[in-house]
């Protein structure tokens, strides 16, 4: 930040510096030209400006030679009289939702409640169960702000934003009004790359894939082209479908490898292209994220993201932003911020190459891991209640500093050639998260991997204030939607604190969860006898229940796991039994992989067995769009093994917790437990369905399991009638 002397007519009293940075944002980021303003009626003041627009201004004041505090009261004049020849919506009186009559009946009074918090500026949470419709009351709202001559942004996980176009699609106001489909480079695949690795690995269905042009696998997808007027293609989301296993950092148009001609580069564009003009953006939350990695970098004066445009396409200030499933923008936030070292991949990686000197790099890596390894078996030693991993800085871990400092420098002198991208991917990406490892704001997270325990390294940003700080600057006004924002009635301090938005703005809706969301679901009563604890013994018992009830199930089974070693535990013990039936997600089946094969299976008249972790807990659409809702029996058993305590790794929950205690990760696992439920029913009037939670922990009657017996109490129960 920059301390810069500025001038203007009449500034505010208060927050000046702000003030002064939003508008002279917006005036300089729509190309105005500084008016010429009478000296005698300017007042000179100091403020803290971003240093790109610090020097945007010194460079304007050098051009026109004339001083930087004339040069920024002109921008602000002009500004202002822009501002004043443009309609106020405030005064446009309000005369019902545009495409009011296409939400839900039990939505709209949710649906007003929302625009009216955020035509007062405010940051509304409005929470409505999953299968409620909240997609076309966000595209309501979105329409009646553009109606008003606003800006729209609107923010989702990739998946979802097919729909989201339909639903924005369906209202004329908006259809005509202009919608753009923000992409990054990290969404599309490069056809060259991912034709090298396909076919050095032999897999012929993802050659077969790019043979056929890199179509997208979801309809709705290709409706979606339709509507912006673009042939869409060449998307990760659907080579991954196809592969699970793709190492994405190397495949992907960041690595700006073989763009010359590339169709993938050009659909690329052709997307850009739609969405400065759009006056509704429609992005993922990790495209958003994005966007507050840039405010952040440039307000702490990152010389490589003042070079680039703030956010891609995103507007610098934001009138309306709804944010869609927001309940995970705080999950791909805090990813944007953090870093991980996976060294086996790195080491297995380096051992197939032909490096010259790979064995120098192999031997540092191995002697971080093995000071990791002693790190963590002193832990185990010791009396601290979480034994599992170590958090603090690099400096607390005695020894490590000088060897992951080694371990850079081995790896800064591998020379890999120009066609050899992969190994130069994952040599960049091991080499940046070294390099935050070893920066002194950094926290580092010590831990070994779920299922293979080899060592491994998380380093990043714990505290995101700050960048969130820069986002809510810049947005104003905002809608929460989700079906999981409040931790108990209309609570919503956790998700609050989570995003860090200002307690001031944020105003809380009534929550709508309607009753036909459990009154179709039976809630078996069933357990089993030995807690959950990786145990083959509890495998064993686990897998007797959930293979009893496959075999009962009318439809799909969908067994939700809370790690890869129980999901892994689960699957070896029913492979034999279930062969043709089971999906089994792993790191080389990813979840929208595997939920696109359960479908596709059961669309074939097969009862699907899908054992999931990660993502299907609250991403995956797994639904019958063919079938009316009575009869849709895609997922008509839910079970859930185990409850899903401390899954949030993040360095940012692992902050909250260490300030507020266990009750945070409580909080946590209760909304976690909550989206997964939401899995089972999707639609008013689906027909019956059976709920199995297998944890024996639910009937201990320990205070810590209220939360999620109160959730489950709102389904009618029936225990299971064991058999002799």
């Known amino acids: 930040m920059h301390l810069t002397r500025i001038s203007c007519i009449e500034p505010p009293e208060e927050m000046r510096s702000k003030w002064a940075r939003e508008i002279l944002t917006d005036a300089i980021g729509q190309g105005l030209t500084p008016a010429t303003v009478s000296s005698d009626r300017l007042v000179s003041f100091t403020v803290t400006l971003p240093t790109d627009l610090a020097n945007a201004l010194d460079e304007k004041a050098s051009r026109l030679n004339r001083p930087v505090a004339e040069i920024a009261a002109g921008f602000i004049e002009s500004a202002r009289v822009k501002m004043n020849a443009q309609p106020s919506n405030a005064a446009t009186p309000h005369k019902g939702l545009v495409g009011e009559s296409l939400v839900s009946s039990g939505l709209r009074a949710l649906a007003e409640a929302t625009w009216s918090a955020v035509r007062r500026k405010k940051i509304a949470f409005a929470e409505a169960a999953t ?74 269905e993802l050659l077969d894939w790019i043979d056929e042009g890199g179509k997208p696998r979801d309809e709705r997808a290709i409706n979606a082209g339709r509507v912006l007027g673009i042939e869409l293609g060449w998307l990760l989301e659907d080579a991954l479908e196809v592969a699970g296993n793709i190492p994405v950092e190397s495949v992907t148009l960041e690595t700006k490898i073989g763009a010359k001609g590339c169709p993938a580069v050009k659909m690329y564009e052709a997307v850009q292209s739609l969405g400065a003009q759009a006056s509704i953006q429609i992005c993922s939350h990790a495209y958003l994220a994005s966007h507050v990695q840039q ?18 396409l995103l507007p610098p200030k934001i009138d309306l932003l709804l944010i869609h499933e927001a309940h995970l923008l705080e999950q791909a936030i805090s990813a944007g911020f953090e870093h991980e070292i996976y060294f086996s991949t790195v080491a297995k990686t380096l051992r197939t190459s032909t490096l010259p000197r790979k064995r120098a790099a192999i031997e540092q890596i191995d002697k971080a891991t093995g000071r ?20 603090g800085r690099i400096t607390d871990f005695e020894g490590l500093h000088s060897k992951i400092r080694d371990l850079d420098s081995a790896l800064e002198g591998l020379k890999p050639r120009n066609k050899d991208y992969e190994l130069r991917a994952t040599i960049e990406a091991t080499r940046k998260a070294l390099m935050e490892c070893l920066t002194d704001h950094s926290t580092v997270r010590l ?8 060592p ?40 609050r604190w989570k995003l860090h938005i200002p307690k001031e703005r944020a105003e809380y809706l009534q929550p709508i969860h309607p009753e036909w969301i459990y009154r179709t679901v039976l809630y078996r009563n069933v357990r089993t ?16 229940q959930v293979r009893q009830i496959a075999a009962n199930a009318s439809g799909g089974t969908l067994v939700l796991c809370t790690s890869k070693l129980n999901a892994k535990q689960i699957a070896d013990g029913l492979a034999e039994e279930l062969d043709s039936r089971l999906i089994i997600q792993s790191q080389h089946a990813s979840a929208s992989g595997c939920a696109a094969r359960y479908r596709a299976m059961y669309l074939t008249g097969a009862r699907p067995v899908w054992i999931a972790t990660g993502a299907a807990w609250n991403e995956s659409l797994l639904s019958d769009v063919r079938a009316d809702s009575t009869e849709n029996n895609m997922v008509s058993d839910l079970v ?27 909080q946590e696992a209760n909304l976690h437990f909550r989206q997964g439920l939401g899995r089972l029913i999707w639609k008013v009037g689906a027909g019956p369905k059976n709920l199995w939670v297998l944890d024996c922990r639910l009937d201990q009657k320990k205070p810590w399991a209220a939360g999620f017996n109160k959730t489950l109490s709102l389904y009618q129960s029936k225990p299971r009638v064991r058999e002799a």
């Open 295 to 312: 405010l952040f970098l440039r307000a702490t004066n990152n010389t490589t993201a003042a070079q680039a445009p703030i956010g891609g």
């Open 456 to 495: 491994h390294i998380v380093a990043g940003k714990a505290n995101l204030e700050t960048p969130l700080g820069f986002l809510w600057d810049q947005v104003g006004a905002a809608a929460l939607v989700s079906a999981t924002l409040y931790t108990d009635g209309a609570s919503g301090n956790l998700t």
């Open 131 to 204: 299968s409620a419709g909240n997609g076309m009351m966000l595209a309501s709202l979105a329409a009646t702000a553009v109606a008003q001559g606003q800006k729209v942004v609107v923010s989702a996980p990739f998946s979802v934003t097919w729909q989201l176009i339909e639903e924005l699609a369906a209202i004329p106001e908006a259809l005509s009004s202009g919608l753009a489909l923000l992409l990054t480079r990290a969404d599309v695949v490069s056809p060259l790359l991912l034709r090298q690795w396909a076919t050095d690995r032999n897999n012929q």
């Open 447 to 454: 831990e070994r991997t779920s299922l293979s325990k080899h």
């Open 529 to 544: 006898s030995i807690p959950p604890n990786d145990s083959s013994e509890w495998a064993a018992e686990t897998v007797a």
């Open 640 to 666: 859930i093994p185990r409850l899903p305590l401390r899954l949030n790794r993040s360095l940012s929950h692992q902050r909250r917790v260490a300030m507020m205690g266990d009750t945070v990760n409580l």
């Open 372 to 391: 990791i390894s002693e790190l963590l078996k002193e832990l185990r030693s010791g009396d601290r209640r979480d034994q599992s991993a170590a958090t």
